[in-house]
């Protein structure tokens, strides 16, 4: 059985994997600190606050993907 946070960082891969994004940016860019998808691999578990933030940035960069480059700066 798959826990929601193990849902949550293969969602996370799996983004940046179909992205041109590295780690440290998207984590600069999502959440303004760079070490978390590091942190995340780690077994960090992120607060609720933080989960929906990463999922709406994922959400908002999929809606445009002209905004997955990694020298675009997110809105």
Do not use: H, W, Y
């Not at 960082?9 to 984590?27: H, I, M, N, W, Y």
């Not at 998808?37 to 606050?49: D, E, Y």
């Not at 933080?50 to 709406?56: E, N, P, R, S």
């Amino acid at each position: 059985m798959s826990t929601i946070s193990s849902q949550f960082r293969e969602r996370v891969e799996a983004f940046l994997a179909a992205s041109e994004f590295k780690p440290t940016e998207f984590g600069r860019q999502a959440t303004g600190d760079p070490t978390f998808v590091l942190n995340l691999r780690r077994g960090r578990s992120p607060t609720l606050a933080t989960v929906d933030k990463v999922l709406a940035f994922i959400a908002e960069m999929e809606a445009d993907p002209s905004r997955c480059s990694p020298n675009r700066k997110a809105a």
